[in-house]
C-alpha cells in the first residue's frame, strides 16, 4: 500500500487528479496540501468509499505534517496559463513555489518519488534537483517532469484523424514539455502509422501547442486540468504497479539523463547532447527510474531536426532553472 501527497490539491488539476487517486485501491493514504481551499477539497473527497484515508493539510505550518512518511510526491501547484503566454511566462511565480515545496520535500520525505506538474516544466525539474543537490538527498532516478499529457495527445490526435487506429496506439514523445520542445516521434509509432507529410506536419504542430487549444477554449479561465488530471493519475498508478510488480513498466517523462548515462547516450547522440534533462520514454523500478527505454528504430531525418531545435531551446530554460536556484542560495 502506497502513500501519496498532492501539493496544490485544491486547484484545476489537484482537485481532478485527487479525485481520480482515490479511485485507486492502491492507494492507502492520501495527504492532500493546499495554502488555500483545501479542507472542503479533502472532507468532499473523503467521503467516497475506496481504501484511501484521506488527510488535508493547509498552509506552510502543515506542510510537514502532509509530507511526513509520503512514497510518492505529485506537485501541480502554482498558475496556469491564460491565453497568449507561454508556460516560460509562467516561471518566475512558480519557480518560487517549486524551490519552497521541494525544500520541504528534501527535509521531510527524502526518498520519495517526485512527480512535477507545474510549469514550466522544462525549467521547474531542474530547481527541484537543484534544491535537493544542495540539500545533500538528489537521486535522478526519482526525479520526474510529468510529460504524459503529450503521449496521451498524441495517441488522441491520430486517432482523429486515423478513426480505425486503438487509442492505445504508442507514439514517443521527447525533448521537453513546452511548444517545438515537444517532439512526437510519429515514425517509430507502434503500430506503425501510415501518414502522409502534410498529415505528419499538421500532426506535430498539433501535438505541440495541443496546450494552447485548451488555453483558447478556457478563454482566460486556465489551461488543461482534465486531460491533466487524467495524465497524471496514469503517471501515478504507472509508479504504484513499479512498486509492486516486476512487469517492465514504460512511461514518458522529462528526467535527468544523468538516471541512466548508459542508456542516455542514445538519446544524446540524437542531437541532445551538452543536455543534461530530457523528455524520454523510461523503464520504472522500484527506486523510480530503472533504464531509459531505448528507442526502437531511427527517427526520421524531419524528427532529427526537431531534435536539435528543441535542443537549442529547452538549454535556455534548464539553464534558467539552475541559474534560478544558484542565485538564490
Ligand atoms: P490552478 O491555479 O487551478 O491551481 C493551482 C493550485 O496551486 C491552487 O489551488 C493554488 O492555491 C495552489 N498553490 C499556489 N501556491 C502554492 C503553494 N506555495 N503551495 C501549495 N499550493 C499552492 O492551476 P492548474 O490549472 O491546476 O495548473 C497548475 C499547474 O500545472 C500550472 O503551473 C500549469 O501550467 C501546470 N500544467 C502542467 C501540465 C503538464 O503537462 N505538466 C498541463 C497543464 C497544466
Given at each position: 500500500m502506497v ?7 485544491a486547484?484545476?488539476?489537484?482537485q481532478?487528479?485527487s479525485?481520480?487517486?482515490k479511485l ?6 492520501l ?9 472542503g477539497?479533502?472532507t468532499?473527497?473523503s ?10 493539510h ?6 510537514d ?11 501541480p ?39 512535477i ?16 543537490k544542495?540539500r ?10 510529468v ?8 495517441a ?8 480505425n ?23 517509430l ?44 493519475a496514469?503517471?501515478?498508478e ?22 541512466d ?26 527506486v ?9 528504430g531511427?527517427?526520421?531525418?524531419l ?11 529547452l538549454?535556455v ?7 534560478y ?5
Open positions: 502513500s501519496v501527497a498532492v501539493l496544490g490539491a486547484g484545476g488539476i489537484g481532478s487528479l479525485l481520480l487517486l485507486n485501491q492502491a492507494i492507502s493514504r495527504s492532500l496540501y493546499d495554502i488555500v481551499g483545501i479542507p477539497v479533502a468532499d473527497i467521503h467516497i468509499n475506496t481504501n484511501s484515508a484521506v488527510e488535508y493547509i498552509g506552510q505550518a502543515q506542510l505534517a502532509a509530507l511526513r512518511g509520503i512514497d510518492i510526491v505529485v506537485i501547484a502554482g498558475v496556469p496559463r491564460k491565453p497568449g503566454m507561454t508556460r516560460d511566462d509562467l516561471f518566475n511565480i512558480n519557480a518560487s513555489i517549486i524551490r519552497e515545496l521541494i525544500e520541504a520535500v528534501a527535509d521531510h520525505c527524502p526518498s520519495a518519488l517526485l512527480a506538474i507545474s510549469n514550466p516544466v522544462n525549467s521547474t525539474v531542474p530547481i527541484a534537483a537543484e534544491v535537493l544542495a545533500g538527498v538528489y537521486d535522478p532516478r526519482r526525479l520526474f517532469g510529460t504524459t499529457l503529450d503521449v496521451v495527445r498524441a488522441r490526435f491520430v486517432r482523429d484523424i486515423r478513426p487506429i486503438d487509442t492505445s496506439v504508442y507514439i514517443p514523445v521527447v525533448g521537453g514539455h513546452s511548444g517545438n520542445t515537444i517532439v512526437p516521434l510519429l515514425s509509432a507502434e503500430p506503425q502509422l501510415d501518414l502522409a507529410q502534410e498529415e505528419i506536419e499538421d500532426l506535430v504542430h498539433r501535438i505541440q501547442y495541443g496546450g494552447d487549444e485548451v488555453v483558447k477554449a478556457k478563454n482566460g479561465a486556465g489551461s488543461a486540468t482534465l486531460s491533466m488530471a487524467y495524465a497524471a496514469r503517471f501515478i504507472s509508479l504504484i504497479q513499479s512498486f509492486e510488480s516486476d512487469s517492465i513498466i514504460v512511461e514518458p517523462a522529462l528526467v535527468d539523463l544523468a538516471a548515462t548508459q542508456g542516455a547516450k542514445q538519446i544524446k547522440t540524437l542531437g541532445a547532447d551538452g543536455l543534461a534533462f530530457f523528455a524520454v520514454p523510461v523503464v520504472l523500478g522500484k523510480g527510474i530503472k533504464r531509459i527505454a531505448p528507442l526502437r531511427e527517427p526520421s531525418l524528427e532529427r531536426k526537431g531534435i536539435e531545435i528543441a535542443a537549442a531551446a538549454k530554460n534548464i539553464d534558467k532553472g539552475i541559474t536556484v544558484i542565485k538564490k542560495s
